[in-house]
């Protein structure tokens, strides 16, 4: 793949991992992004995104009482700004197959727990509560099935004696900010592909 990978960046809330991404962008990260899309008017993400001169796509709960509906919008803004990819960073919505079929083996979804362990919205606390001694961020492509998509990149996590949700939540934001745009980057490169077997290759440097 040569240039600049061009990639649209859902987000629902904060849009810490989004910034990340244009952090690294700054620091020669060969990755362009050509929209932002936020499932909610108030999402902060939207504030980082207007700060970095990236357009934005606004929704709101009613345009998502039918899913397939938002999803086409998605679908065709980001096919319109020319993006290769979809780069779910924080966003709680679940994708259909309208988005899915618009960019197979092209959605890029980020969670905080070692999948398959602890799927689901507040995998963070379930795996605190799990008494788990080591928990920690996977990068995965997204598919019909709700954080099961095949994984491309996990990082550990330890879980220490004296943490609370809020200190391991903090050090599982932190590794999501260093994996995701490495994962970004390996893409860029075109260094990662699914294999006919189902699972996701990378091709060493």
Do not use: C
Request: net charge negative; hydrophobic share 45%.
């Amino acid at each position: 793949m040569t240039g600049k990978l061009k990639v649209g960046v859902l987000v629902s809330g904060s849009g810490t991992n989004l910034q990340a991404i244009i952090d690294e962008i700054a620091q020669g990260l060969p990755v362009e992004i050509v929209y932002v899309v936020s499932s909610r008017p108030d999402a902060y993400g939207i504030e980082r995104a207007k700060a970095a001169g990236i357009p934005v796509l606004v929704l709101n709960r009613s345009v998502y009482e039918d899913t397939a509906v938002a999803d086409t919008m998605i679908a065709e803004t980001l096919k319109a700004a020319e993006a290769e990819y979809v780069i779910m960073a924080g966003y709680m919505r679940r994708v259909t197959d309208v988005l899915l079929d618009a960019f197979p083996n092209r959605v890029v979804n980020l969670h905080p727990a070692l999948l398959p362990s602890f799927v689901g919205a507040h995998a963070i606390q379930d795996a605190f509560d799990a008494g788990v001694k080591v928990t920690g961020v996977t990068v995965h492509f997204a598919n019909a099935q709700y954080d099961m998509g095949p994984i491309i990149a996990q990082r550990p996590v330890i879980v220490r004696e004296d943490d609370t949700v809020d200190t391991l939540e903090e050090r599982i934001h932190e590794t999501e900010h260093e994996l995701f745009p490495q994962v970004l980057g390996w893409i860029a490169e075109g260094r990662v592909s699914v294999g006919d077997d189902g699972k996701v290759h990378i091709k060493a440097e």
